[in-house]
Nanobody
Framework: QVQLVESGGGLVQPGGSLRLSCAAS????????MGWYRQAPGKQRELVAD???????NYADSVKGRFTISRDYAKNTVYLQMNSLKPEDTAVYYC???????????????WGQGTQVTVSS
């Protein structure tokens, strides 16, 4: 089994910063892409940023220049540094990873449980 555990969400004032972390554990053979998605109330889940196993990154236009995604391969962890936060960034943030498990040697997507980020004064 594979688990993704997120941490780092919370309440922050506009203009503030938060750093999200997501650690993958379990029977992992290898991890391909990792990324962060978010879902605000009444809206569809959307991609925030992702990073390939070659460290290529991709960002939603709404977060470019404010958010930075990175990963620690030794720790199977992906991070999202969020600066200059705005009220419209309020959402549940979900970690995603494309993983090959040792049990099946098949590639599949895995999701974390989500962490709430609230930007409000």
């Amino acid at each position: 089994q594979v688990q993704l555990v997120e941490s780092g969400g919370g309440l922050v004032q506009p203009g503030g910063s938060l750093r999200l972390s997501c650690a993958a554990s379990g029977s992992i053979f290898s991890i391909n892409d990792m990324g962060w998605y978010r879902q605000a109330p009444g809206k569809q889940r959307e991609l925030v940023a992702d990073i390939t196993s070659g460290d290529s990154t991709n960002y939603a236009d709404s977060v470019k220049g404010r958010f930075t995604i990175s990963r620690d391969y030794a720790k199977n962890t992906v991070y999202l540094q969020m600066n200059s936060l705005k009220p419209e960034d309020t959402a549940v943030y979900y970690c995603n990873a494309v993983i090959i498990t040792r049990a099946t040697m098949h590639l599949g997507p895995y999701w974390g449980q989500g962490t709430q980020v609230t930007v409000s004064s």
